[in-house]
């Protein structure tokens, strides 16, 4: 073959590679875009994206040591302009160990609320939004908070289904029925996002409330399971537009990138949780708020920051990477 056909045929095979690199280009943005729109039609009833600018600016300090803590609020409004957070957890993730925990906090804590007084913790969100309820969990746990994310109840059941459209298994200890709309049957049971919601929600539970935080931190680890699988990568257009009009959230896209990638590729898989008030450190009492968990407040401090403490595992971590490979 002569160097002029040979040259010929290597810019031919350059070209042809071009075109089809950006066929292939092409094909995953118009993808993309349209698994977008498909799951922002999912979520036309959103509308939690706008009520930002009626929140005082949150003040959140900047992440140390690559450890993030995002407050996370359930917020089941039903159009009432004073509603109370119905579930407020912190999510704290270590970039360098990738470990992501979960702390959840019960509603009914009895705390006391900068320039508000002694109030149940999930009235701070009524009185003044993220940052008020930032500023009661400095105040009385001494835990620094980063960013918010606020997720509307109504676009629960919707991110559930388009990121576990097979739904996700649970055991149920008994029948659940009241205040859900619909009868969950005990056992084992393969639910959509629907009944998963009824699932976490379910007030009326043998352990009062306690049963409704730990379903709740069930639901949110198994979603996590589904959410770093293959399928779920392949809709994550399709789930961006799906979440956008039912969260509400400070976290700048660099830090949702990295923990994303940190979950993907990370060795830890299991979502770590504890809750607060933790075990034999709290009474029930009844004040002017109504029923409250009256609670220790050193004990508690001390538990959730040892719980969130990364120093043995920033060691582990070193130790294993050290380790020579055989």
Known sequence: MKRSERRN???????NFFIVTTLILLAGIIYGVVQYYSGLSMANEGSLKDDSASFDEFEGADPQFGEINVLLLGSDSRGEEDARADTLMIAHYNQTTHQMKLVSIMRDTYVDIPNHGSHKINSAFSLGGPELVRQTIKQNFDIDIHSYAIVDFTGFSKIVDVVAPNGIEVDIPYAMSHGIGMTLQPGNQVLNGEQLLGYVRFRHDKNNDYGRVERQQEALSKLKDEAVSIHSLLNLPKLLGVVEPYVNTNVDNRTILTIGKGLLLGKTDKIETLRIPVEHSFEEKRVAAGEVLSIDF???????????STEDEV??????EEQPEN
Request: charged content about 40%; proline content about 0%.
């Open 9 to 15: 045929k290597k810019r031919k095979g350059l070209r």
């Open 298 to 308: 050193e004990q508690n401090k001390e538990a959730l920051q040892q719980f969130l």
């Open 315 to 320: 060691v582990d971590a070193e130790l294993v």
